[in-house]
């Protein structure tokens, strides 16, 4: 039983890794496109990114969907660049939310089935007390009509 037990854990354990570590995954993803964003900006728009810190700045903002305003591309492919960083940032937040809600999820799933395996454990620990009991009995009714008989008349 305590085999199947933490065989039962060790997967619980299991899913909730993998979980986090999706979580994990796609929180670097949303920062390395944050990067990719930075270096593709300041490629095609240096006037409006003279240095890399302003792009990287931009970029966390657009990514995220903060969007300040500080700092703009004003050239068309700087904008085409922009919008492309935006539509991947607002999938990703998606993405990280469903990450963090299947997580939560997960973890609520296995508390509610291992409460569902202790109820059931009980049940069937009265049960099986009750059949030992019952046993019991009717062995002790099985002496006691040994006894009568033999007092009977063949």
Request: hydrophobic share 45%.
């Amino acid at each position: 039983m305590s085999t199947e037990r933490s065989s039962l854990v060790e997967r619980r354990i299991q899913k909730v890794a993998d979980a986090r570590s999706v979580t994990l995954g796609l929180a670097l993803t949303f920062l390395a496109l944050a990067f990719v964003g930075a270096i593709a900006i300041q490629l095609v728009d240096r006037h409006d990114f003279s240095s890399f810190g302003s792009a990287v700045w931009w970029a966390l903002q657009t990514v995220t969907t903060v969007g300040y305003g500080d700092v703009v591309p004003t050239t068309r492919v700087g904008q085409v660049v922009g919008g492309i960083e935006m539509a991947l940032g607002v999938s990703f937040i998606a993405f990280l939310t469903a990450g963090v809600t299947s997580t939560v999820i997960h973890r609520s799933e296995a508390s509610a089935n291992e409460a569902d395996r202790l109820q059931r454990d009980e049940a069937t620990e009265k049960i099986l007390d009750a059949l030992t009991e019952t046993r019991g009995d009717i062995a002790a009714l099985g002496k006691r009509l040994e006894v009568i008989e033999s007092k009977l008349p063949d």
